[in-house]
């Protein structure tokens, strides 16, 4: 769920306006999972710029402290995770660890990168769900090695059905600064957007819900 309906109109007008979400209708994208869309969010570019790169983990920093108690560490989920993860981990003055998608080949091949204590409370850190899997991966890697795990958070969610079910399944609370239907609520004022566009990205939301 989105955390603030001011601050989901806010980031996804940020996301559109530095083209970290780029639109097309009429030729799809296929996304790393093989899914066609005619939406693709690239929330690295976003760290291109410091206003929204700000707002970003400032808002970040707002969410956890009202949706989590007291919280020892800061878990970035790789790659794309681990910016924003250590921003609000400096902004929270808190630990910070990433999560790797695989461990390391050489070395002490570890899957986490940084300090975990057993027991310590864990916020996990993406820059979106699309299916929540990197995500659940994550919070499965970091429960083997002690973590109490209290919630993820993103800066975009998708809003499938599935995502809700990924977490509901590790039985993680979950929350995002913005997501799809507060970006359709933008673009349905945007000219540069015809009725029949839109109409389609509505129909494909539907369609992957």
């Known amino acids: 769920m989105i955390y603030r309906k001011d601050i989901a109109l806010k980031v996804a007008e940020y996301l559109l306006e530095i083209k970290a979400i780029k639109l097309n209708p009429q030729d799809l994208f296929t996304w790393a999972s093989g899914i066609q869309s005619p939406i693709y969010c690239d929330n690295r570019v976003s760290l291109a710029y410091p206003e929204v790169r700000s707002y970003i983990r400032n808002s970040f920093a707002e969410l956890v402290k009202a949706k989590f108690e007291k919280i020892d560490l800061i878990a970035g989920v790789a ?44 916020v ?33 969610n998708y809003g499938f059905d599935k995502v809700d079910k990924a977490f509901a399944r590790t039985e993680t609370p979950f929350y995002t600064l913005s997501n799809f239907e507060s970006l359709l609520s933008l673009l349905e004022k945007d000219t540069r957007y015809t009725a029949d566009q839109l109409s ?10």
């Not at 995770?81 to 003055?93: N, S, T």
């Not at 080949?105 to 300090?115: A, M, N, V």
């Not at 769900?129 to 109490?148: D, M, Q, W």
Request: hydrophobic residues 40%; contains cysteine.
């Open 124 to 156: 996990v850190v993406e820059d979106l769900f699309s299916t929540g899997g990197s995500t659940v991966k994550a919070i499965h890697a970091l429960r083997e090695e002690g973590a109490h795990i209290q919630g993820a958070v993103a800066i975009f």
């Open 79 to 122: 790659t794309a995770g681990i910016a924003h993860g250590a921003l609000l981990a400096d902004a929270l003055g808190l630990p910070f660890c990433y999560v790797r998608s695989k461990p390391k080949e050489h070395g002490t091949q570890s899957l986490i990168e940084g300090k975990l204590n057993e027991g310590d409370k864990v």
């Open 200 to 209: 389609a990205m509505k129909s494909w939301y539907e369609h992957m819900e």
